[in-house]
């Protein structure tokens, strides 16, 4: 059953001059594993970008309340370069509270947009209206 979906679009150079201008921001929304790849270089703009959408569709797949850390959603790479979604502390507390027990996400960047879909999954059972 779905829980929610959240989907965001971030202009990618927008995001970059906001990253430039405000000291300390990208170390606010981001953890140190993501501002990296897996090989260890720095991600690109159109990368973090996409994350950062991630991390809004992800608040907006939970109803968006105002209490989230965003350290507390981490957007991994599993196999073969799919990304995934690791939650801890708030997010995973109020993803709880809603019964979400899977995640699904799914990030793009072109055109100078960077966007993300996130579907909060629950336990079988029939559709939300």
Do not use: N
């Amino acid at each position: 059953m779905i829980i929610g979906v959240g989907i965001d679009v971030c202009p990618v150079e927008r995001f970059a001059v906001s990253l430039t201008r405000t000291p300390g921001l990208r170390d606010r929304l981001f953890t140190p594993a993501e501002l990296q790849t897996p090989s260890g270089a720095p991600r690109t703009g159109e990368s973090l970008a996409a994350r950062f959408a991630a991390k809004e569709a992800l608040a907006k797949a939970l109803g968006a309340p105002g209490d989230l850390h965003w350290h507390d959603a981490e957007v991994i790479v599993g196999d073969h370069g799919r990304p995934l979604l690791d939650v801890r502390g708030t997010v995973a507390r109020r993803a709880a509270v809603l019964g979400v027990t899977g995640w699904y996400v799914s990030l793009s960047h072109d055109g100078g947009i960077a966007s993300a879909v996130v579907i909060a999954e629950g336990p079988d059972g029939p559709a939300a209206p």
